[in-house]
C-alpha cells in the first residue's frame, strides 16, 4: 500500500454504494416484478433521507468555511461535490430502471400508468367528476408575486408551478404554486377492462389546469419537489424542557435550507428559473426525473391484490419450537433461555412477554426501552395497562430517534397519562438499546425476566427486519439489566457489569480488547478469528485494530450490511479481512459478533454498530450469549451467511462491490434461514408425537 492511499473509504460514498446494491435488486430479472418495484420505492425513500441528513449536514459545515478532512482525507466540499455526481448517476439508472424496466413489464402484467394525454374519453370524464368533487374543492393555488414571497412549501410533498401570460398592460410573467399535500391520494383508480389502471394526480391536476385558472393563458406548468436541510440536533445540554425542544426542531425543519430541487424533465427555462430563484439553489442541487418524481410512492402498489404471482412466495414467521402453544412465558423462561431470530421466527413470545407481565399480580415492575415502535403499538398499551393496575413501570423514550420524534412525543404523553414514569432519554446521549427487564415476586423471591434486542420492540418491521431476540431470567443478566435501568435513570455513576458491557462508558474498551486478544493468540501461534455482522462499520480506532489483527493473521471476516469504511484486501494492510454485503427481501438489522478465543467462541448480540455515535453518544449494549443451543445457533447463523453465493456482494479495496462468482451449490442465506426456522417446527412436533403426557385432574401432585 503506498502512502499517498487512505486507509478509509469515505463514508458518504460507501452509503450511496449501499443504496447501488438495492437498486441492483430492483434491475434484477429473476426477481418478481411487484418486488423489484418495492426496492425501487426504497432506493428512492433512502435517497431522500440521505439529502436531508448527510448532504444537509455538508451544506451546514461548508457554510461554516469549515474545510477538515474527514479519515478519507476529503474535505466537506470535496465530499459535496462526489455525493452530488454519484447520486446523479444514481438517479438517471433509478428512472431508467422505472421507465424502461418496470413501467412496460407492470403494464404487460396488467398494472398500467395511464398519463393525461392517454385517458380515453370515458377515463377523461370519470376523472373530471373526481377533480370536480373533490380535487378542485381541496387544492388552493398561491399567486406568488415574487421570489421574495415564494410561499414556504412542505418538505418532499409534490407541487405544481404554474406560468400564466403577463397581465393586461405589463410584461412581467406571472406564477402561481399548487401544493398538492398529502390529503388527496396520489394513485387515482381508472376504469379498466383488463388489471389495475390509474392515473396520477399530478398528471389529473396538470391536464385539468385551465380549471384553476379560469379567463387566464397558462403558458407552462410543471410538477416539483424539495427537499429540506433536516440535519438540527438539539443541544439538550441547554435546553431545560427537551420536550418542548424536540418540539421546536420539528418546527425547525420545515424551514430547512432547499438542498434539493426535482423537476419534471420537460420544465421550461423559466420555469426552472423562477424556482432556482425562489429557492435560492444553484444548478448543482435541481435534479430533473425522466419519469414521476417521488418513486418511493410506488411502494403503494406492491401490496395491490390480485396480483400473487407477481410478489414473493409468503415466508410466514414460524412460532418457536422451544414455546408450547398458551404456556406461559415465565413458565418457559424459569426452565431455559430461549433466542428467537426474526423475521423467520413470530416476535410474538417478546408482546406476550410484556402483555403476561402487564396483567400479572406476581410482576411488581418493568423497566423498558423505547426508541421506535408502531403506530398502533400493543407494547405500548400493555405498559400502560401495567401502569394502570398498579405496577411500578419506568419506560425511557427516546425522543431524538430521528424521524420518529413526533410519534414518540405522543407516546411519552400517553404513557405519562396512564401513570408510567416516562424518562426522556440521557442528556447528551441518544438511548439506543433494546431491553425490558420484568421484576416478579416468585415463592422462592424476586426474579428478573430479561429481553435483550438487536432491533426495536415494533412488531411491524420485525416481519420484515432481520433481527435477534434473547429471552432469559439468568441471575447475573438480571442484575445487569437492572444495574443498567438505574445509572441511565438516575444520577449514580455508572457501574461495572458482570456480564453485559455498554456505550459509552466500556463498550469501545471491551470491543479493543476482544479485537487485541485474537491479534495476540495469532502472534503466539494460536488460532484465531473474528466474525461480526453489522448495520454499518465506520469507527478508525477499530477499524485500525481489525487492520493489525489482518496483519498478524487473524481472519476477518465481515457481513456489513451498508456503510463500510474499512478497506479489505489490501496487501500489508489487510489483506486477511474480507467484507460481504447481504440484500435480500428483508432488511439486514440484528448485530451478531463472535470470538474464537482460543477455541472456547465468546458470541455476542448487541444494539451497536461500530460507529462514533454508537460507541461515544449512544447509549447501547454489549450481551454475552453463554446459553449452549443459542451460543451454536448464533455461530450457525453467522455461517448461513458468510457462506451465501446468491445474494452476498463482496467489497472491493476501491469500494465497489461485485456479486459473488461461484460454481458451488446454490445457497441463499435468508432461503436457508427460513428454511430452518421451518424445519426446527417440523421437528418439534415430530418429537411432540412420541411423547405421551396425561391429562391431570385440577390440583393433581402427579410427579411427571
Given at each position: ?169 405589463s410584461t412581467e410573467p406571472r406564477f402561481a404554486i399548487i401544493p398538492l399535500g398529502r390529503a388527496l391520494p396520489r394513485f387515482l383508480t381508472l376504469g379498466s377492462d383488463r388489471g389495475y389502471a390509474f392515473v396520477l394526480l ?503
Open positions: 500500500m503506498s502512502e499517498n492511499e487512505p486507509r478509509f473509504l469515505n463514508r458518504e460514498l460507501s452509503w450511496l454504494e449501499f443504496n447501488q446494491r438495492v437498486l441492483d435488486e430492483a434491475r434484477d430479472d429473476s426477481i418478481p416484478l411487484l418486488e423489484r418495484l418495492k426496492f425501487l420505492a426504497i432506493t428512492s425513500s433512502n435517497l431522500d433521507e440521505f439529502f436531508m441528513v448527510r448532504v444537509g449536514g455538508l451544506r451546514l459545515l461548508i457554510d461554516r468555511r469549515l474545510s477538515t478532512p474527514d479519515p478519507s482525507g476529503m474535505t466537506p466540499a470535496e465530499q459535496l461535490q462526489a455525493v452530488i455526481e454519484r447520486s446523479r448517476r444514481m438517479i438517471r439508472d433509478q428512472y431508467a430502471c422505472f421507465s424502461d424496466d418496470l413501467e412496460p413489464k407492470l403494464a404487460e402484467a396488467g398494472i398500467k400508468r395511464v398519463r393525461g394525454s392517454e385517458l380515453s374519453e370515458r377515463q377523461l370524464r370519470a376523472v373530471g367528476q373526481i377533480f370536480d368533487a373533490e380535487i378542485f374543492s381541496v387544492l388552493t393555488p398561491m399567486a406568488v408575486v415574487s421570489a421574495e414571497e415564494f410561499p414556504l412549501v412542505a418538505n418532499q410533498t409534490l407541487n405544481v408551478c404554474v406560468q400564466l401570460a403577463p397581465a393586461p398592460n399530478e398528471d389529473v391536476v396538470r391536464k385539468l389546469i385551465d380549471r384553476f385558472f379560469p379567463g387566464e393563458d397558462v403558458v407552462a406548468h410543471a410538477s416539483f419537489r424539495i427537499t429540506r436541510n433536516a440535519d438540527f440536533a438539539l443541544r439538550d445540554d441547554l435546553a431545560p424542557d427537551i420536550l418542548a425542544g424536540m418540539e421546536g426542531i420539528l418546527a425547525a425543519r420545515k424551514h430547512g435550507q432547499c438542498v434539493r430541487l426535482e423537476v419534471d424533465s420537460d420544465i421550461s427555462p423559466e420555469l426552472l428559473g423562477f424556482l432556482k430563484k425562489s429557492l435560492h439553489i444553484e444548478d448543482r442541487e435541481v435534479f430533473p426525473a425522466r419519469g414521476p418524481l417521488d418513486l418511493s410512492a410506488f411502494m403503494q402498489l406492491a401490496d395491490l391484490p390480485g396480483f400473487e404471482s407477481l410478489k414473493n412466495e409468503p415466508w410466514p414467521p414460524q412460532d418457536s419450537p422451544d414455546i408450547k402453544a398458551g404456556e406461559s412465558m415465565f413458565d418457559v423462561l424459569s426452565r431455559r433461555d430461549i433466542l428467537l431470530y426474526h423475521p423467520y421466527q413470530s416476535f410474538e413470545p417478546v408482546l406476550r412477554l410484556i402483555e403476561e407481565a402487564a396483567a400479572d399480580p406476581d410482576v411488581l415492575a418493568i423497566k423498558q426501552i423505547l426508541y421506535r415502535t408502531s403506530r398502533k403499538s400493543p407494547i405500548v398499551a400493555a405498559l400502560a395497562r401495567a401502569a394502570q393496575r398498579g405496577k411500578y413501570v419506568t419506560v425511557i423514550v427516546e425522543l431524538k430517534a430521528r424521524f420518529d420524534e413526533a410519534r414518540n412525543i405522543e407516546w411519552a404523553r400517553n404513557l405519562e397519562e396512564a401513570g408510567v414514569q416516562v424518562i426522556y432519554g440521557v442528556k447528551g446521549l441518544k438511548t439506543h438499546a433494546k431491553v425490558c427487564v420484568i421484576v416478579r415476586r416468585e415463592p422462592h423471591g424476586i426474579t428478573r425476566y430479561v429481553h435483550f434486542g438487536t432491533g426495536n420492540y415494533n412488531e411491524i418491521t420485525s416481519r420484515v427486519y432481520s433481527d435477534a431476540s434473547f429471552l432469559t431470567s439468568n441471575e447475573e443478566l438480571g442484575a445487569d439489566a437492572v444495574t443498567f435501568f438505574n445509572a441511565i435513570t438516575g444520577y449514580s455513576q455508572p457501574q461495572n457489569y458482570r456480564r453485559i458491557e455498554a456505550a459509552p462508558t466500556g463498550l469501545r474498551t471491551r470491543l479493543l480488547e476482544l479485537i487485541d486478544g485474537e491479534t495476540q493468540r495469532k502472534q503466539q501461534g494460536q488460532n484465531a478469528l473474528i466474525d461480526a455482522k453489522l448495520n454499518s462499520l465506520v469507527d478508525p480506532e477499530i477499524i485500525n485494530a481489525l487492520y493489525a489483527a489482518s496483519q498478524a493473521g487473524v481472519p476477518v471476516r465481515l457481513n456489513v450490511r451498508g456503510i463500510c469504511c474499512l478497506r479489505p484486501g489490501v496487501p500489508g494492510l489487510s489483506e486477511n479481512i474480507t467484507v460481504v454485503s447481504i440484500v435480500d427481501r428483508y432488511l439486514e438489522h440484528a448485530r451478531i459478533l463472535r470470538f474464537h478465543h482460543g477455541g472456547d467462541d465468546l458470541v455476542f448480540i448487541s444494539s451497536a454498530d461500530w460507529m462514533p455515535r454508537n460507541l461515544d453518544r449512544r447509549i447501547e449494549l454489549f450481551v454475552p450469549i453463554e446459553d449452549p443451543p443459542s451460543r451454536a445457533r448464533l455461530i450457525s447463523i453467522l455461517e448461513t451467511y458468510f457462506d451465501d453465493n446468491v445474494k452476498a456482494r463482496v467489497l472491493l479495496p476501491n469500494g465497489h462491490y461485485e456479486r459473488l462468482k461461484s460454481r458451488k451449490k446454490r445457497r441463499r442465506a435468508q432461503e436457508r434461514l427460513y428454511e430452518e426456522a421451518v424445519r426446527l417446527v417440523k421437528d418439534a412436533e415430530q418429537t411432540r408425537q412420541t411423547i405421551f403426557e396425561p391429562h391431570r385432574a385440577p390440583g393433581s401432585d402427579i410427579e411427571q
